[in-house]
């Protein structure tokens, strides 16, 4: 179940099944109250003002948080002890910030005292925690993510490199867009069907955009659009690799643009819900 927080008076989300964890490990997904990414310029100084407060509450600081550029692919990275700096700049420059990982919508951390942010606005974030191993991995499931069962590849990576046990594992999915409100062509359907065996209820279907929506009843028809479960896809993943426990959040981005961002409805909007992770 997923309820509010705040952080100085500023909302964010947390998950009810994370709480025991706590401070050891932290997690929470921002609102449009506490955002901290943006490219609009009369926002910007409120998400960095955000940011500051975000990672001053986490005990973040240059020397122990991690960033990705996500790109809508499977590509996971696990976190060394410390980011690197910037490529680009000398060793000594401790005033520029450490390299991005790019071309990555996956992070692993599994050293203490590390932390790391992605980013959102209507795809699905999925937080990964295994409480024996001290391990956490944050995704970034788009559509096309899904499709590629970037979910199942956290969960492998887990297993593969720091002895996790599915049934171990404790699976959050934070806030993204509602089956009802992802209208996708049927080429969508037809990526996603058969990452998953069990599809009951994660597909709905209907004639034409003016059409109502026939349920889980294939419509046969080159005008058909389908509504996929992004949260629930994302869950049977999970489920099929062998987890147990997996906590989706009731709110919407679409339906609750009131206090989510939302691409769709924001007509292409540059803001964005973030999902912060940090191992103590």
């Known amino acids: 179940m997923f309820y509010f927080d705040n952080i100085k008076g500023k909302k964010i989300l947390k998950s009810s099944v994370l709480i025991e964890f706590e401070p050891n490990f932290q997690h929470f997904f921002t609102t449009k109250e506490s955002f901290i990414k943006t490219n609009d310029p009369k926002l910007e100084n409120a998400a960095n003002s955000n940011l500051e407060t975000v990672l001053n509450h986490i005990g973040a600081n240059r020397e122990n948080f991690f960033k990705i550029k996500q790109t809508h692919s499977t590509n996971i990275v696990i976190c060394p002890e410390k980011p690197a700096l910037n490529k680009e700049n000398k060793d000594t420059d401790k005033s520029k910030p450490p390299e991005i990982f790019n071309d990555t919508d996956g992070i692993i951390l599994h050293k203490a005292d590390t932390a790391t942010v992605l ?22 499931a788009g559509w096309r993510g899904t499709a590629g069962a970037i979910s199942r590849k956290g969960v492998s990576l887990m297993k593969k490199e720091f002895n996790s046990n599915p049934k171990d594992i404790i699976a959050v999915i934070g806030p993204c867009i509602g089956q009802e409100d992802f209208e996708s062509g049927m080429e969508v359907y037809e990526a996603l069907k058969n990452t998953v065996q069990n599809q009951e209820g994660l597909f709905k279907f209907k004639e034409t955009p003016e059409g109502k929506l026939t349920g889980s009843l294939l419509v046969n028809s080159d005008s058909a659009k389908s509504f996929p479960d992004l949260a629930k896809i994302n869950a049977v993943q999970l489920m099929e690799e062998g987890v147990k426990t997996v906590d989706i959040c009731h709110f919407k981005t679409y339906r609750n643009n009131d206090i989510l961002f939302s691409y769709r409805r924001e007509n292409k909007t540059t803001n964005r819900i973030s999902m912060v992770l940090k191992l103590g």
């Open 119 to 140: 980013h959102f606005a209507d795809c699905t974030p999925v937080l990964l925690y295994d409480p024996k191993n001290h391990t956490a991995a944050g995704l970034h």
